[in-house]
């Protein structure tokens, strides 16, 4: 179950992402992407897309995010807000989901764009029955 969470958190969440895409480095995409996250402790955290000339090597910005918590000792997210440079709102990508499900199992995700448009909902809403530190019997605490 996912906690609940204050209307003014989320809305200063969804600020933080639309801030952070500023920052984006997507010289080949052109696609700039931002994200916070909020994290067990109540801190939050932003990131954006880093995009690499081995494109393989992009990296979202959810996950650029996700691992800059996790670098300070944040192991429980609570939320994750993304923001696309789009009309309408999109949900993050197969392997951002994956990440945040590692620390996040129940994390809400709030999608938000340039329009109106934003989708709420949840990380096993997006990613059912997913693989994770359970199966291999670990408790990622
Ligand atoms: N991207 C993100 O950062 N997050 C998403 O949720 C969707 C995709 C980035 C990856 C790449 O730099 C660019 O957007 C185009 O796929």
């Known amino acids: 179950m996912s906690d609940t969470l204050a209307p003014a958190t989320l809305r200063r969440l969804e600020r933080a992402a639309r801030t952070a895409a500023k920052g984006s480095y997507s010289p080949y995409s052109k696609f700039r992407?931002?994200?916070a996250i909020l994290t067990g402790s109540g801190k939050m955290f932003t990131g954006t897309n880093v995009e690499n000339a081995?494109?393989?090597?992009?990296?979202c910005a959810e996950?650029?995010?996700i691992f800059a918590a996790?670098?300070?000792g944040e192991r429980v997210l609570r939320?994750?807000?993304v923001y696309t440079p789009t009309k309408t709102a999109t949900t993050p990508c197969g392997a951002c989901r994956q990440v945040i499900n590692e620390f996040g199992p129940t994390a809400r995700v709030i999608s938000v764009c340039?329009?109106?448009?934003?989708i709420e909902t949840t990380l096993d809403q997006l990613l059912p029955a997913a693989f994770g530190p359970k199966n291999l019997r670990v408790r990622p605490r």
């Open 70 to 72: 996790v670098a300070t």
């Open 114 to 118: 340039d329009g109106p448009d934003r």
């Open 54 to 59: 081995s494109y393989g090597l992009c990296n």
């Open 63 to 65: 996950r650029t995010a």
């Open 33 to 35: 992407v931002g994200a």
């Open 79 to 81: 939320a994750v807000a």
